[in-house]
């Protein structure tokens, strides 16, 4: 669903391919808006991505640009989650209605979301099940 931003650096793959081009980078609060029409799209994937501080922002973005009964598609790392029923709770909220979930995969979670409508709390609201545990690697 997220594309490379404008702002990205593009860089060559191996040496002697050319300089890297740099762009301008716009503010901070235009980097989780993705350059597409509110309701445009019918699935939204996020595959390990919601490793930031801003996974709302991120999920708002989804909400925006999905379609009314639009498919959001999460897996994530099962060792974040706390507590998975506060975190539906908080999808919920943000105006998503769970469609189904699979977590007996020792490592990772499976969820798809059907969009409900718009976000149901504002955005000063705080949703405690967001806050997700960071990754933990552990050596083989």
């Not at 908080?90 to 409900?116: C, E, P, R, W, Y």
Request: aromatic share 8%.
């Amino acid at each position: 669903m997220f594309e490379e931003p404008e702002w990205a650096e593009a860089a060559p793959v191996a040496a002697g391919l050319g300089p890297v081009i740099s762009r301008p980078q716009p503010a901070a609060a235009l980097q989780n808006r993705v350059p597409l029409e509110d309701e445009s799209v019918d699935v939204a994937v996020f595959c390990l991505s919601l490793m930031g501080t801003n996974i709302r922002d991120f999920l708002e973005e989804a909400n925006r640009v999905l379609k009314p009964g639009g498919l959001l598609k999460v897996a994530e790392v099962s060792s974040r989650f706390e507590d998975v029923r506060t975190f539906l709770r908080a999808m919920t909220k943000l105006g998503f209605k769970i469609v189904s979930k699979d977590l007996t995969n020792s490592h990772f979670f499976l969820f798809d979301f059907q969009k409900t409508g718009p976000p149901q709390v504002g955005p000063k609201a705080q949703l405690s099940g967001l806050k997700l545990h960071p990754c933990l690697y552990k050596r083989r």
